[in-house]
């Protein structure tokens, strides 16, 4: 009895090149979408950080008591600074996730090779084994 392999339908669909892995730039986002991210990609930069660090700084010398220092250092300083700096450290964390991503995937392409070429071998020795009982009987 001959083995028959039947590959998944995914495997067929990667041949076909229908599956790759996803990008930002491929997501259908619209209009709304499209400001969003102009917004979060302006925002979470240094410069967008430097730029309300100076906008927080200008408020500095109204601050006379300890809840206004309080207050400053919470609403405005870190509410603006921070919220920039964490986004471009976000930013910078998403792009090394993508790299990671993008090789697990090669990664997972080249294993599939590797069985897909196990699978020929197996094959091959399967012809060979049919052949040898065939003589032999």
Known sequence: MMFQHEPHPHLLR???????????????????????LALTNGVSTMWCAYAFAILALIALPYVHNTLQ??????????????????MVGQSVQGRAADKRAELTYSDAEAVLHECLEIQRHLQEQDKTLAGLTATAK
């Open 69 to 86: 220092w309080i207050q400053w250092i919470s609403q405005t300083f870190i509410q603006l600074v921070m919220l920039s700096v964490i």
């Open 14 to 36: 990667r041949q076909h090149g229908e599956v790759r892995p996803p990008k930002v730039r491929d997501e259908h986002i619209g209009f709304n979408g499209k400001i969003a």
